[in-house]
């Protein structure tokens, strides 16, 4: 029972996180808990205050051209989705489950009025309630007409969101968003899925330095990733281009393929990426600029689409269901998590103004460090491509008595955790 109780803690400790600091200005925060980033000594410090380099509303032309590529996983069962659609289908409750005036039928250019009603009922969080069973997989959940082309990786029904944010002083951050139907969670020792959600905001940033990329980071369960661009993985087609890989179900985002570790030791709460079908969202986007708060329409895809869309990226609700009651017969408990959380907060929440590439830091992560790694972490398991660790030396040694020394004087492995850990 006692390992049980200690795994829920782990489980619940994991999900809570911080964001990062946000200022008028400084360097960027890439450091681990041992040592500071180097490779970036040379550049300035953000200033978003400071010598900006593009005007509101418009897009550089970099941004689309080191866009990253998605791959969805070859199982996946909740694709891409419309927001405005998706919308349609949905009507305003507050959080006590009493219907919000005015919000019974919804679409996607009133979303921010309902603004107004939160802010009526001192702050009272507006959700999106699904109109029928969201439980039953409907196609706005699902999106299962929505799987990219494979002549060029287009999803006609499902726009990505760019949201592009000056940083002054020859920085730019192009943040990426993608919105699925519904997020299926992970499985905990074989048991789940705990932590579904209707409604799936995920995203990417690509940060550039006078119109060079230099940090990839990806979102991943309430955190994630950030890399050095140059050593990513690049579209064989097109070597520009970084290859993200969207997790089963989760859709968190991910620099291999494999299974992919986190928040638990032991390899107890995993997701996995492969190959699957690839998506490009400059096919089909919708484009804004930010600053100071501000949105400012800029042309995606499909010219004027932005307008057509209104003002919905202030709506500050939640962009699905409230967390069902106990009372609720698709509603299940485990010592882990409830089987249906609270939909998601949108892009606005995601800490757009952020110094550092990291959105926000985990609960452990008491230095407020933002390791961007030099090296992806390679996937596990049979669909990984291969380790990078060096804990392969073990494999290669055949001797019993040295490898049992290498062990003994690598602490059983431990070494090599620390300097991936300070290395990447």
Not at 142 to 168: C, F, Q, S, W
Not at 320 to 339: A, C, H, I, V, Y
Request: neutral net charge.
């Amino acid at each position: 029972m006692l390992p049980l109780l200690v795994l829920s803690l782990l489980l619940v400790l994991g999900s809570f996180s911080h964001p990062t600091k946000t200022s008028q200005g400084g360097n960027l925060h890439v450091n681990n808990i041992l040592k500071n980033s180097k490779r970036l000594s040379g550049y300035p410090p953000l200033f978003p205050e400071h010598k900006r380099i593009i005007q509101d509303g418009q897009v550089p032309y970099y941004v689309v051209e080191y866009a990253p590529l998605v791959h969805l996983y070859s199982e996946e069962k909740y694709f891409p989705c419309d927001i405005a659609r998706y919308v349609d289908h949905f009507h305003a409750v507050f959080g006590n489950g009493s219907d919000v005036p005015g919000g019974q039928h919804l679409n996607i250019g009133a979303l921010s009025k309902l603004n107004h009603y939160s802010a009526a009922k001192k702050g009272s969080e507006v959700f999106l309630m699904a109109n029928t069973d969201f439980d039953k997989n409907p196609d706005y959940i699902t999106g299962r007409h929505n799987k990219p082309k494979y002549i060029n990786g287009e999803i006609e029904e499902a726009p990505a969101v760019l949201i592009v944010v000056d940083k002054g002083n020859g920085w730019v951050d192009a943040f990426w968003f993608y919105f699925y139907g519904f997020n299926l969670g992970p499985f905990v020792m074989g048991t789940g899925p705990f932590g579904n959600h209707v409604g799936d905001w995920e995203h990417s940033l690509v940060r550039f330095y006078n119109g060079s990329p230099i940090i990839v980071w990806m979102s991943a369960h309430g955190g994630g990733g950030s890399y050095f661009y140059k050593n990513l993985e690049k579209h064989y087609n097109d070597d520009k281009r970084p290859v993200i890989f969207s997790a089963r179900g989760t859709h968190a985002n991910y620099a291999s393929v494999g299974q992919q570790n986190h928040d638990l030791p032991w390899a107890m709460l995993s997701d996995f990426t492969d190959r699957g079908p690839l998506w490009d969202p400059t096919k089909n986007f919708l484009a804004y600029t930010y600053s100071d708060g501000r949105i400012t329409y800029a042309n995606g895809s499909h010219p004027k689409r932005e307008e057509r869309y209104g003002d919905w990226l202030y709506f500050e609700g939640r962009w699905g269901d409230n967390k069902l009651p106990s009372s609720d017969e698709r509603q299940k408990w485990s010592p882990f998590e409830w089987k249906y959380i609270a939909g998601p907060s949108g892009p606005l929440s995601k800490n757009l103004d952020r110094l550092s590439p990291c959105q926000r830091t985990k609960w452990w992560n008491f230095w407020d460090g933002c390791n961007t790694r030099v090296y992806p972490k390679m996937g596990q398991g049979i669909e990984s491509e291969g380790n990078n660790g060096c804990g392969n030396i073990f494999r290669g040694i055949r001797s019993g008595i040295v490898r049992s020394f290498v062990q003994t004087i690598t602490w059983g492995g431990w070494a090599c955790w620390v300097l991936d850990l300070i290395y990447g």
